[in-house]
T-cell receptor
Framework: GAVVSQHPSRVICKSGTSVKIECRSL??????MFWYRQFPKKSLMLMAT?????????EQGVEKDKFLINHASLTLSTLTVTSAHPEDSSFYIC?????????????FGPGTRLTVL | DAKTTQPPSMDCAEGRAANLPCNHSTISGNEYVYWYRQIHSQGPQYIIH???NNETNEMASLIITEDRKSSTLILPHATLRDTAVYYCIVRVILSGGSNYKLTFGKGTLLTVNP
């Protein structure tokens, strides 16, 4: 099956710094990648949809200037949390969509645990 | 996409079948039923999906009622590693590359006990 990786798996940073999370589709080309956030004991919440070569579409209430998304290639999307604060501490998960998949599945990465001190 | 309703939690004995229900009474004719699961601190994993017919794969079976207003995911022989949150999602499969969203509800926490 299709594999999606994320890097890093865990990151701890100081308040006010920026953190970049990478999402890669390893064995397929992903025209679309999705970024989700999950707080403890809560469900996944979609943050933004990222199409290769174009600007990301953000969900209502998600600050695009704080969560910068870049999808420059068919295998890589990055999420940068700028000026991170403790309330940004969360589990960030990406998913990727395989353009060759007739069922049009989303394949999820393993997630990145962000802790802001 | 249609909303789904699932019980917040269920228990199952190891080796027994786990039957996880999902209500989707407002499902429309072109919406599929998808099941994902999320093991603690991991990304969601696709399990199975179906439109109107029952489906089976190596992981599970999906039983969809004739009126399509509810479905049941069956794990035939649950193991401890099946302990996870199970999400039932309904969505349209679009052609032509249009974007779609997966809306995750709260899911069902299945705990498989030894």
């Amino acid at each position: 099956g299709a594999v999606v990786s994320q890097h890093p798996s865990r990151v701890i940073c100081k308040s006010g710094t920026s953190v970049k999370i990478e999402c890669r589709s390893l064995d397929f080309q992903a025209t679309t990648m999705f970024w989700y956030r999950q707080f403890p004991k809560k469900s996944l919440m979609l943050m933004a949809t990222s199409n290769e070569g174009s600007k990301a579409t953000y969900e209502q209430g998600v600050e695009k200037d704080k969560f910068l998304i870049n999808h420059a290639s068919l295998t890589l999307s990055t999420l940068t949390v700028t000026s991170a604060h403790p309330e940004d501490s969360s589990f960030y998960i990406c998913s990727a969509r395989d353009i060759r998949d007739l069922q049009d599945e989303q394949f999820f990465g393993p997630g990145t645990r962000l802790t802001v001190l | 996409d249609a909303k789904t309703t699932q019980p917040p939690s269920m228990d199952c004995a190891e080796g027994r079948a786990a039957n996880l229900p999902c209500n989707h009474s407002t499902i429309s004719g072109n919406e599929y039923v998808y099941w994902y699961r999320q093991i603690h601190s991991q990304g969601p994993q696709y399990i199975i999906h179906g439109l109107k017919n029952n489906e089976t794969n190596e992981m599970a079976s999906l039983i969809i009622t004739e009126d399509r207003k509810s479905s049941t995911l069956i794990l035939p022989h649950a193991t401890l590693r099946d302990t996870a949150v199970y999400y039932c999602i309904v969505r349209v499969i679009l052609s032509g590359g249009s974007n779609y969203k997966l809306t995750f509800g709260k899911g069902t926490l299945l705990t498989v006990n030894p």
